[in-house]
């Protein structure tokens, strides 16, 4: 089993920055790849990006491309999602979510940060 825990939502001005944490814990060693999603609210969730865990490799949605970037810290079994010129529009609750080599399915999920940018 993994366990997952979102950190560092709250509320910013429009243009401002968050950095969210993914902390993972138990079965580490098993995960491959973790995404991010967020869901605003009366909208359905949207896949934000992803990253792999032992290569690096990432990739972020087109409409945050360019503001948001993705990175782990592989010795703290974290992952961060940087978002710098926030907008209104990226108001949501955050949530990570992982996946075991074994499998292609996004199996273990956090419970959400929530990520407020007021114009």
């Known amino acids: 089993q993994v366990q997952l825990v979102e950190s560092g939502g709250g509320l910013v001005q429009a243009g401002g920055s968050l950095r969210l944490s993914c902390a993972a814990s138990?079965?580490?060693?098993?995960?491959?790849?973790t995404r991010w999603f967020r869901q605003a609210p009366g909208k359905e969730r949207e896949f934000v990006g992803h990253?792999?865990?032992?290569?690096?490799?990432?990739y972020v949605d087109d409409s945050v491309k360019g503001r948001f970037t993705i990175s782990r810290d592989n010795a703290k079994n974290t992952v961060y999602l940087q978002m710098n010129s926030l907008k209104p529009e990226d108001t949501g609750i955050y949530s990570c979510?992982?996946?075991?080599?074994?499998?292609?399915?996004?199996?273990?999920w956090g419970q959400g940060t929530q990520v407020t940018v007021s114009s």
């Open positions: 979510a992982a996946r075991e080599r074994i499998t292609t399915t996004y199996k273990y």
């Open positions: 990253i792999t865990w032992s290569a690096g490799l990432t």
């Open positions: 138990g079965r580490t060693a098993s995960i491959y790849a």
